[in-house]
């Protein structure tokens, strides 16, 4: 054993020699804990593609006698944080080769990937994994220092055979990028994890767009001041994920892939029925992604759904042989999840989040973030690290 730790190499990803060995140990390795069903996942050739639109990024790789064992990402962004700006590590993409676990490989991988952090001045380092993920869990938890500090609900919608019906009480225009931009410095720029770097975000070629809803014969504030925004409004924008990577579900139980293939064919025979159709997620598929979901007002509920079903629609429209799903992600005290359409049996109610500050300074910080009310526990997901 110390012998094979000592021949343990942790390096940089090298395009030329790493691209098709990591696409092989991507498929080889299934994200999730559960030993019945996981997802599978489809980089397209480019392993780095889940990090490459950040600021600053970067992936090692851990080779034991020349053999890939293990694979870390990493990216770094400045954010906001109990309302101030601070630098943060984002820690995703760790796989460990199944017979090569549990042998302090991930342990290396991610104290690595830290030191690079601390060299780039990031005050705080974090991770999202599925609260049933034990190992992952226990690593960061009871090994590296990290702390729980959220647990943020994954909602996940399957994009349907039908159009879904939109209250036609409710107008629905799309923004211009510079007023997006303005509403969310203005409405979100307190929120927790949001980017500084917003324009960005809104000007990447993955973002489709941003849209605003507010009850019909009322107006809002365009880029020119013109006009007011109403009592009651909502917003969301939306980023293409199926044009990064793919999804695929892996070993799912036979009566769950027997629904899946009987209830699009029901559905087609009998549309009248309207029976709710499973997507078929047992092939490569892609996703939207809504980000920076926002509401105002007490009756901006129908707002929200309103907007949910206008990117399901979109999403038919534009992507129907590729976009199975589409997918938000919100705080866990969030009462934004309650107008969310969703299936249960996709979405994940509790995400776990957790933190680890590299600095002495940002101590203080972490401990106002951890003992916040849960009023305050709103989170902007930044959709370049989904």
């Avoid at 500090?149 to 919608?157: D, E, G, N, Q, S």
């Avoid at 509403?183 to 975000?201: A, C, H, K, N, Q």
């Avoid at 849209?211 to 880029?223: D, K, M």
């Avoid at 199975?324 to 979405?347: A, F, M, Q, R, Y």
């Amino acid at each position: 054993m110390e012998m094979a730790f000592e021949e343990l190499k942790i390096r940089s990803f090298d395009r030329e020699i790493d691209r098709e060995r990591i696409e092989d140990f991507e498929r080889r390795c299934e994200i999730g804990p559960a030993e019945s069903v996981f997802l599978f996942t489809d980089t397209m050739g480019d392993p780095i593609c889940r990090i490459r639109h950040c600021p600053q990024y970067k992936m090692l790789v851990a080779e034991l006698n020349h053999e890939l064992v293990g694979v870390i990402q990493g990216s770094i962004k400045i954010v906001t944080v109990c309302k101030d700006q601070a630098r943060v590590g984002y820690i995703l993409g760790l796989r460990i080769a199944p017979l090569h676990r549990r042998k302090g490989i991930g342990m290396k991988l991610v104290k690595r990937l830290e030191e690079w952090f601390i060299a780039n001045h990031v005050d705080f380092s974090y991770m999202a994994t599925d609260k049933d993920n034990e190992a992952s869990v226990k690593l960061f938890t009871n090994k590296l220092g990290y702390v729980k500090f959220r647990t943020p609900a994954i909602l996940v919608h399957p994009v349907g055979m039908r159009r879904m019906r939109i209250s036609p009480t409710v107008e629905i225009a799309k923004l211009k990028i510079e007023d997006a931009e303005r509403l969310y410095r203005m409405f979100m720029g307190s929120t927790e994890f949001f980017p500084r770097d917003i324009d960005r975000v809104l000007r990447n070629k993955l973002s489709l767009g941003t849209w605003i809803a507010y009850p019909r014969g009322e107006s809002w504030v365009n880029s020119s001041g013109q006009g007011q925004l109403p009592p009651n409004w909502a917003m969301v924008s939306v980023w293409n994920s199926g044009d990064v990577f793919k999804l695929r579900v892996g070993k799912a139980p036979l009566s769950c892939v027997m629904y899946a293939k009987s209830s699009r064919l029901m559905d087609r025979a009998f549309p009248c029925l309207k029976i709710p159709v499973f997507p078929d997620v047992f092939r490569p598929f892609g996703f939207y992604f809504m980000y920076g979901l926002h509401q105002e007002g007490p009756r901006s509920g129908v707002l929200v759904s309103s907007l949910c079903r206008f990117v399901h629609n979109m999403a038919k429209e534009l992507d129907e042989e590729d976009c199975k799903v589409i997918v938000t992600e919100v705080g866990g005290d969030d009462t934004l999840k309650l107008h969310i359409p969703h299936w249960k049996l996709l979405s994940c109610a509790e995400d776990f989040w957790c933190i680890k500050g590299l600095r002495k300074e940002a101590q203080d910080t972490l401990f106002e973030l951890l003992t916040k009310k849960p009023a305050s526990r709103a989170l902007f997901v930044d959709p370049r690290e989904v």
